[in-house]
């Protein structure tokens, strides 16, 4: 069993910035792609941002620039840093993580969310 705890949220205001982090624990062989969904009220939940092992990287159109996500491979650790924020970031952040158990199981697991709002 893997578990994600995320941490970092809060409220700032436009042009400000925060920094998510999300541990995995578990049984935990390894992590293929650790990486950052948002979803906000009304609206589907969608990527912000993914990380391979290997260090490729992924972005969401809207975060290019303004987003960045590093991955502690030797912590199970992923992170997002997020500079310049504004308003239509507000949203609940949830972390993902894909990879395999010590048992060979694929395990696919999210975070409780950590609420983001960004206001004046």
């Known amino acids: 069993q893997v578990q994600l705890v995320e941490s970092g949220g809060g409220l700032v205001q436009p042009g400000g910035s925060l920094r998510l982090s999300c541990a995995a624990s578990g049984s935990i062989l390894g992590i293929s792609t650790m990486g950052w969904y948002r979803q906000a009220p009304g609206k589907q939940r969608e990527l912000v941002a993914s990380?391979?092992?290997?260090?490729?990287?992924n972005y969401a159109d809207s975060v290019k620039g303004r987003f960045t996500i590093s991955r502690d491979n030797a912590k199970n650790t992923v992170y997002l840093q997020m500079n310049g924020l504004k308003p239509e970031d507000t949203a609940v952040y949830y972390c993902?993580?894909?990879?395999?158990?010590?048992?060979?199981?694929?395990?696919?697991?999210w975070g409780q969310g950590t609420q983001v709002i960004v206001s004046s």
């Open positions: 993902n993580a894909q990879g395999l158990t010590w048992s060979a199981s694929r395990f696919d697991t």
């Open positions: 990380a391979t092992r290997t260090g490729s990287t």
